[in-house]
């Protein structure tokens, strides 16, 4: 496979993200490629916040993968700032290519460059392939998400 | 009991904060009351990004409770803001005087307030009682929280 280039998000890359968020089982129910306003409004709060990156993985010119990391200072664990990671999504034809791996890793390296010392995420307990992936990667399972829709 | 004030943590709320963040069986093995050094420059950081809120419950001029609500813009789900509510504490006198309700509920609300679409949290898997008590807030335990230490 030819070069992989991961860099911020532009503008341009909303509807291809927006695809991959909607080519996804869960994903499929909540999202609405067809109407971008609410991820144009979304892409603009987030390029506003110096803790939040939100990356592309392209591969000849074409966006085949993103997750968006968030970096949270706090006071627990001696003043720790952690990062967490949502939003991975990678390009059906990608999926078995290692980009997961080197999105994650991307994503660790980062989080340590912004002087984190904790990554987590939440997945969805369906996932249980993802799941397996994470814990693959050096993450362990010790807490429970939970979720209330407003 | 005697009215109860929640509001945005002060530098002098720091040490009140850190003693209920190491009295607890997972945090006396994690922080360091004293030695106040991370903690405050972690606060600072904390005042400078307007997307933390972290608030003390306060009762007869002692703080009681704290939990940090962090505001997390995103693409996913039609571009929905999310909440995340890390380091809930209840000072050992008050526990089951419902304080906790009391704190979780003015994180929904100010979410609400924020605009936020959905609230989440992770909780280690060995608090049982926690857990129990966010179902009862209308919370679902619907994920798997992965944590990678750096």
């Not at 992989?4 to 991959?20: Q, S």
């Not at 997750?67 to 720790?80: D, E, F, H, K, N």
């Amino acid at each position: 496979m030819s070069d992989l280039e991961i860099r911020p998000a532009a503008l341009d890359d909303v509807p291809a993200i927006v695809a991959m968020l909607a080519d996804d089982p869960l994903g499929a129910r909540r999202e609405s490629p067809d109407d971008l306003v609410p991820y144009h409004a979304a892409f603009r709060r987030l390029a506003d916040d110096t803790n939040q990156h939100l990356v592309v993985a392209v591969r000849d010119g074409q966006v085949v993968g993103t997750l968006q990391l968030t970096v949270v200072p706090g006071l627990s664990r001696r003043g720790s700032t952690r990062s967490i990671i949502e939003g991975v999504r990678i390009h059906a034809d990608e999926r078995g290519s290692g980009l997961g791996t080197q999105l994650i890793q991307w994503a660790v390296d980062e989080s340590r460059r912004e002087g984190c010392q904790l990554v987590q995420l939440t997945s969805d307990a369906t996932r249980t392939d993802a799941h397996r992936f994470y814990e693959r990667l050096g993450f362990t399972a010790s807490h429970v998400g939970f979720k209330l829709t407003l």
